[in-house]
Structure formats: structure tokens, C-alpha cells
């Protein structure tokens, strides 16, 4: 318990390097004093129970959880409850729960915390958002908080609510903790190694960023069950609004870093979207129903469920190429999960995170210099970098040769916390945050921007 608590605590100082939060108007809101008591808003999707994974010293015991009757509501305590009574460090959530139809009003009108989560269905999730912050509640919301073009304006104003009634309103951004993404960004912001980072082209992006998810997949030890309308992009989101929300967060949160960024800066160069096609047996597996419900028909053709899960936004930020893409299978190959594949070109060198088969399906970063470098000197600038820049803040990493010419980065076991355990660290800055009623600057504005992008991605893939 100690040492997962230790490494919890060197990632999130690691974090938030280079974010020291600047006392200005546009990062200050009322800092939280007390206990931060949650309210668990329609728990339909299982990251709102990978939050409650852990135990926050600020955090109150006591959620109050307001949901609609039904399968979702009794999974999430389902989760909580194995966490409790997990022998390995076992939490002490005590959970209030009222069921009905009025689940929002009822959390509204009575309003026992100070702190709503929100991870479940997305319909009405923005709509939610700006009803919560209008009452003086903080927000901690899961991805995507806006699924539509249309509805964007919405948040825009849920994000003005929040500041002049001095709350924090904030999404889970679980992939900037991933460790090889931190290595990846730390070594393009050394130049002796990564130079600058290149401008690319529609055709060679600068960045790239592909997140394969699947549909059926093992969470904290079970098969997921997950709810029917997961597979309803009117309810759940197409696939370029919703994990591609992890993707153009990391192309800002590491390309520009620090860097307050506007509307003007994003140009939508083309976008697309496909389908996942289910037979009525994967949507068994997967859901537990035999057949697929009303408000699938519309997608269903034959006896195929087409889910337009899968869609890719090519676009430049502040003129720097970058292309996001989400693709969902069925099921994963054995010994596999979701998978992360990234890279990022410089003047010297690229930074790749791979993530397949010879990866062993964990995440690897690879540093491959450019054609030309005279291999020897970037081998001596690159072990510098490390001694110098990134071993005081990270100790124990190490560069090995991979294939000629490239070398792959040596992380100890001791960093790889996994996925689940993201959520926890997330929400222990988030609670800081909370507490010192203050955050970065660029936070807020560069949510804003994250969410215009993806939505107006979502337009352009539409016209298609």
C-alpha cells in the first residue's frame, strides 16, 4: 500500500511539471474547504467506479449516488462493493443511493455534496454539466462532456456558469498519466535529442495518434457487461467525439504545453467516420440481451448493428499536422488490450509508442533518429539527456538498442501502475485543484479548444 501510494505521489508531481499554476483571474476560483463529499450522477459507464478506486484523505466516505432504476446502477455498486472487500488494501465507500426517474432533480434539489461525477450516458451529460455548475456545483466529469456540434455552444456556457459562480468544472484525462506518454513528451521538449518538433502535412503528419479500444474486454478482473445504449451514438457519442478526446488532449497537452490556445489555431483539414458491425451473438456477449432494443433499429441492417464507433480528424493545430483516429473491434486478441500507437516527428529524431504483439501488448517508447544522424553522437546525446534531464526526475530509466539505428526506452516495473490506477492519480490532482481553488491557465481555455476540436471534426466527418 505504501509503495502504490509513493509512486501515486512521484506521478503526480512528475505530472504537473513545467504547470506551475500563474495567480491570475482566468485560473482562480472559491478554493473548496472541508471534506469534498461526492455525488455519483447516473454511474452507467464503469470509470465512475474505477474513481472510487482508492481512498482521497479529503475526500469524504459518504457518496450520495443519484441514478434511474436498472442494471447500470446495481453494476457500479457491484464494483464499489468488491473494492471494499477486496483483501489488497480494501476502500470504506459508504454509498446513499436514490433510484428514480427523477435521479437529477432529486440530486438538485437536495444537493447532499459539493462534487459531482459524471460517467454514464452522454444524451444529456452537457446538459447535466451547465444544470450543475449553475447551482454551485464542482464538476468532475468523465469523456467526452459534449458529443454533438449542436450542443458545444452548451458547454461554452457551462464553462462561463462555472467561473463566475466560482466552481471547477473538469474532465478525466486518464491518458496524460500513462507513463510512456510522459517519457514521450518529455523527450520532445529536450532538443539535443528531439530538435523541434516538425510542421508536417496532411500526408506525413507531424503527430500521430491511433486508439484501438474493444467492445468486449476484461475490467478489474470480470468480463464487462456493458448497458445497450453504449451502442447507441445518439446516447453514448460517435467514436471521433469520445476517445478522440484523450488524443487531441495529448496533441495539445504536449505539443503546446503551457500554451493558451484559441479557435483560431484549429483548422479541420478532413475527417471520417465508420462503422463496427455486431452480429446479435457479440451483442449478447457484450450486453446480456438476446436482441437489440428500439432505439438500435435505426443502425441495425439485416440482422448487423452498424455503430459508427471508428472515426479519424486530420487537422493542424497552430500550423503543426496532426491526425487523431479511434477504432473499436469486437474483442481483442489473447494476451491483448486496448492499445495506444503514437508518434511525434522532430528535426532529430521520432518518438513512437508502440503497442502490439511485440510489445507484448504493453506500451514502449522507441526513439528512432532521423535518416542521416550519425548514430554515435545522438547515442552520446541521448544517454546526456537521460543523466542530465530525465534520470533526477524519473530514476531508473534507461535507453537500450532495438533495431539498428533506434533505441527503446528501459522503464522499471515500479512506473507501470496500469490503466485503472490513472483514475486515481487524476482525481488526486483534481482534488488539489479542489482545495487550492486554483489551476493552470491554460486548463480551462484548452479544454474549450480539445472539445471545438473533436466536435467540429465531427462536422467535417458528417459532410463527408
Not at 450516458?121 to 450543475?132: P, S
Not at 449542436?150 to 478525466?172: K, Y
Not at 446516447?235 to 505539443?255: K, P, S, Y
Given at each position: 500500500?505504501?509503495?502504490?501510494?509513493?509512486?501515486?505521489?512521484?506521478?503526480?508531481?512528475?505530472?504537473?511539471?513545467?504547470?506551475?499554476?500563474?495567480?491570475?483571474?482566468?485560473?482562480?476560483?472559491?478554493?473548496?474547504?472541508?471534506?469534498?463529499?461526492?455525488m455519483?450522477?447516473?454511474?452507467?459507464?464503469f470509470?465512475?467506479?474505477?474513481?472510487?478506486k482508492?481512498?482521497?484523505?479529503?475526500?469524504?466516505?459518504?457518496?450520495?449516488?443519484?441514478?434511474?432504476?436498472?442494471?447500470?446502477?446495481e453494476?457500479?455498486?457491484?464494483?464499489?462493493?468488491?473494492?471494499?472487500?477486496?483483501?489488497?488494501?480494501?476502500?470504506?465507500?459508504?454509498?446513499?443511493?436514490?433510484?428514480?426517474?427523477?435521479?437529477?432533480?432529486?440530486?438538485?434539489?437536495?444537493?447532499?455534496?459539493?462534487?459531482?461525477?459524471?460517467?454514464?450516458n452522454?444524451?444529456?451529460?452537457?446538459?447535466?454539466?451547465?444544470?450543475?455548475?449553475?447551482?454551485?456545483?464542482?464538476?468532475?466529469?468523465?469523456?467526452?462532456?459534449?458529443?454533438s456540434?449542436?450542443?458545444?455552444?452548451?458547454?461554452?456556457?457551462?464553462?462561463?456558469?462555472?467561473?463566475?459562480?466560482?466552481?471547477?468544472?473538469?474532465?478525466?484525462?486518464?491518458?496524460?498519466?500513462e507513463f510512456?506518454?510522459?517519457?514521450?513528451?518529455?523527450?520532445?521538449?529536450?532538443?539535443?535529442?528531439?530538435?523541434?518538433?516538425?510542421?508536417?502535412?496532411?500526408?506525413?503528419?507531424?503527430?500521430?495518434?491511433?486508439?484501438?479500444?474493444?467492445?468486449?474486454?476484461?475490467?478489474?478482473?470480470?468480463w464487462?457487461?456493458?448497458?445497450?445504449?453504449?451502442?447507441?451514438?445518439?446516447?453514448?457519442?460517435?467514436?471521433?467525439?469520445?476517445?478522440?478526446?484523450?488524443?487531441?488532449?495529448?496533441?495539445?497537452?504536449?505539443?503546446?504545453?503551457t500554451?493558451?490556445?484559441?479557435?483560431?489555431?484549429?483548422?479541420i483539414?478532413?475527417?471520417?467516420?465508420?462503422?463496427?458491425?455486431?452480429?446479435?451473438?457479440?451483442?449478447?456477449?457484450?450486453?446480456?440481451?438476446k436482441?437489440?432494443?428500439?432505439?438500435?433499429?435505426?443502425?441495425?441492417?439485416?440482422d448487423?448493428?452498424?455503430?459508427?464507433?471508428?472515426?479519424?480528424i486530420?487537422?493542424?493545430?497552430k500550423?503543426?499536422?496532426?491526425?487523431?483516429?479511434?477504432?473499436?473491434?469486437?474483442?481483442?486478441?489473447?494476451?491483448?488490450?486496448?492499445?495506444?500507437?503514437?508518434?511525434?516527428?522532430?528535426?532529430?529524431?521520432?518518438?513512437?509508442?508502440?503497442?502490439?504483439?511485440?510489445?507484448?501488448?504493453?506500451?514502449?517508447?522507441?526513439?528512432?533518429?532521423?535518416?542521416?544522424t550519425?548514430?554515435?553522437?545522438?547515442?552520446?546525446?541521448?544517454?546526456d539527456?537521460?543523466?542530465?534531464?530525465?534520470?533526477?526526475?524519473?530514476?531508473?530509466?534507461?535507453?537500450?538498442?532495438?533495431?539498428?539505428?533506434?533505441?527503446?526506452?528501459?522503464?522499471?516495473?515500479?512506473?507501470?501502475?496500469?490503466?485503472?490506477?490513472?483514475f486515481?492519480?487524476?482525481?488526486?490532482?483534481?482534488?488539489?485543484?479542489?482545495?487550492?481553488?486554483?489551476?493552470?491557465?491554460?486548463?480551462?481555455?484548452?479544454?474549450?479548444?480539445?472539445?471545438?476540436?473533436?466536435?467540429?471534426?465531427?462536422?467535417?466527418?458528417?459532410?463527408?
Amino acid at each position: 500500500m505504501k509503495l502504490t501510494i509513493a509512486i501515486s505521489a512521484l506521478l503526480s508531481v512528475l505530472i504537473s511539471c513545467n504547470q506551475a499554476p500563474k495567480q491570475t483571474s482566468e485560473t482562480m476560483f472559491t478554493p473548496l474547504e472541508g471534506k469534498v463529499k461526492f455525488m455519483n450522477l447516473d454511474p452507467g459507464h464503469f470509470h465512475a467506479a474505477l474513481v472510487q478506486k482508492s481512498m482521497y484523505e479529503s475526500v469524504d466516505p459518504v457518496v450520495h449516488v443519484y441514478a434511474p432504476k436498472g442494471p447500470e446502477v446495481e453494476s457500479y455498486l457491484n464494483l464499489i462493493e468488491r473494492y471494499n472487500t477486496r483483501e489488497d488494501n480494501p476502500t470504506a465507500w459508504e454509498e446513499k443511493v436514490y433510484r428514480g426517474d427523477d435521479f437529477f432533480q432529486k440530486m438538485i434539489a437536495e444537493k447532499p455534496g459539493n462534487v459531482m461525477v459524471v460517467s454514464g450516458n452522454n444524451a444529456k451529460k452537457t446538459e447535466y454539466i451547465l444544470e450543475a455548475v449553475s447551482s454551485g456545483i464542482h464538476v468532475l466529469s468523465d469523456k467526452p462532456m459534449v458529443i454533438s456540434p449542436e450542443e458545444f455552444p452548451m458547454l461554452e456556457e457551462a464553462f462561463a456558469t462555472a467561473r463566475e459562480n466560482g466552481v471547477l468544472l473538469c474532465d478525466i484525462m486518464t491518458e496524460r498519466y500513462e507513463f510512456t506518454t510522459m517519457m514521450q513528451k518529455a523527450f520532445s521538449q529536450i532538443e539535443a535529442v528531439f530538435g523541434t518538433l516538425e510542421k508536417g502535412s496532411p500526408d506525413n503528419p507531424a503527430i500521430t495518434k491511433e486508439s484501438v479500444h474493444h467492445f468486449s474486454k476484461i475490467v478489474s478482473g470480470n468480463w464487462l457487461i456493458r448497458p445497450p445504449w453504449f451502442f447507441d451514438t445518439e446516447q453514448q457519442g460517435e467514436g471521433i467525439v469520445d476517445v478522440n478526446t484523450h488524443l487531441v488532449d495529448l496533441v495539445q497537452w504536449e505539443a503546446f504545453p503551457t500554451v493558451i490556445l484559441e479557435k483560431s489555431d484549429v483548422e479541420i483539414l478532413s475527417a471520417r467516420r465508420w462503422t463496427t458491425d455486431l452480429t446479435p451473438a457479440m451483442f449478447e456477449k457484450v450486453t446480456g440481451q438476446k436482441t437489440f432494443p428500439d432505439y438500435l433499429q435505426k443502425d441495425v441492417e439485416g440482422d448487423v448493428l452498424k455503430v459508427y464507433s471508428n472515426g479519424e480528424i486530420n487537422y493542424a493545430l497552430k500550423g503543426v499536422h496532426a491526425k487523431v483516429s479511434v477504432i473499436w473491434n469486437f474483442q481483442a486478441p489473447e494476451g491483448s488490450a486496448d492499445t495506444h500507437f503514437s508518434v511525434m516527428r522532430g528535426s532529430k529524431c521520432k518518438l513512437v509508442i508502440r503497442q502490439g504483439e511485440a510489445e507484448g501488448y504493453k506500451p514502449m517508447l522507441y526513439i528512432e533518429p532521423n535518416e542521416g544522424t550519425d548514430l554515435a553522437a545522438f547515442e552520446s546525446s541521448l544517454n546526456d539527456a537521460i543523466a542530465n534531464n530525465i534520470a533526477s526526475k524519473y530514476p531508473g530509466i534507461e535507453a537500450e538498442k532495438a533495431e539498428e539505428g533506434s533505441w527503446m526506452l528501459d522503464v522499471p516495473q515500479k512506473y507501470k501502475v496500469g490503466h485503472e490506477a490513472h483514475f486515481g492519480q487524476l482525481t488526486e490532482k483534481y482534488l488539489g485543484w479542489l482545495g487550492q481553488g486554483m489551476l493552470p491557465e491554460w486548463e480551462i481555455p484548452n479544454m474549450i479548444i480539445k472539445y471545438y476540436t473533436t466536435t467540429e471534426g465531427m462536422k467535417k466527418a458528417m459532410e463527408n
